[in-house]
């Protein structure tokens, strides 16, 4: 089948996009506005975008707690998903009152960083603290139709690892278990890992 984006007729169920581009990490983003008041919330939309220096980018539906947090305080927390915080992960994703605490309601502990200002979830295997480097919507082919999305652009700064997940030395996805966000409803944890070294021309 194929069908084009500008009506979106495609006939099934539900749109396939995002089960397209699957599976995505999850940024389970921690901010804290100059007030004080904190949020919490998952974002299927995070990846890493640079190794140097360290970038990672978060984006939103429209300026949520989080991007409006981040931007006032200029910096956030990516804090690491794994397969015995997905229950915890999913509550703090709550249409929640602005200054109320996910952490509080998804029985989360926060814990002060050690760089930024933004809490990070203490029970997280690891997190990344980041200060904010540029936020932006993006352009798209209607230059009269911007994206409903803002992306928020973060420099790593410092990162959190708990010993427990390491052996000799390298983080051990199987003892990690990250989640990540497939389409519709859909997670899933890694089960299985592989090795495959990336071929030289050089070498035929």
């Not at 169920?13 to 940024?27: E, T």
């Not at 295997?125 to 200060?131: G, H, M, S």
Request: charged share 20%; net charge negative.
């Amino acid at each position: 089948m194929f069908y084009t984006t500008d009506d979106n007729r495609h006939g099934l169920p539900h749109d396939p996009f995002k089960a397209i581009v699957a599976p995505r990490p999850i940024g389970w983003i921690s901010t804290c506005d100059p007030s004080g008041r904190v949020n919490l919330a998952p974002y299927s939309f995070f990846n890493a975008i640079c190794d140097q220096p360290k970038l990672v980018m978060f984006s939103s539906v429209g300026a949520k707690d989080s991007v409006t947090f981040a931007e006032r305080s200029g910096n956030f927390v990516a804090n690491f998903v794994s397969e015995h915080l997905a229950k915890q992960m999913n509550a703090t994703s709550v249409d929640a009152p602005r200054g109320e605490s996910e952490f509080e309601y998804a029985g989360l502990t926060p814990v002060a960083s050690t760089l930024v200002s933004a809490p990070r979830v203490a029970e997280a295997y690891a997190a990344l603290e980041c200060r904010v480097t540029q936020t932006f919507v993006p352009e798209t082919l209607d230059a009269n139709a911007p994206a409903n999305a803002i992306l928020v652009v973060g420099q790593v700064v410092g990162i959190h690892i708990d010993e427990q997940i390491l052996t000799e030395g390298l983080v051990d996805v199987a003892k990690a278990r990250p989640v990540s966000r497939l389409g519709y409803l859909d997670f899933a944890t890694t089960t299985t890992v592989f090795s495959m070294r990336r071929p030289r021309w050089s070498q035929g």
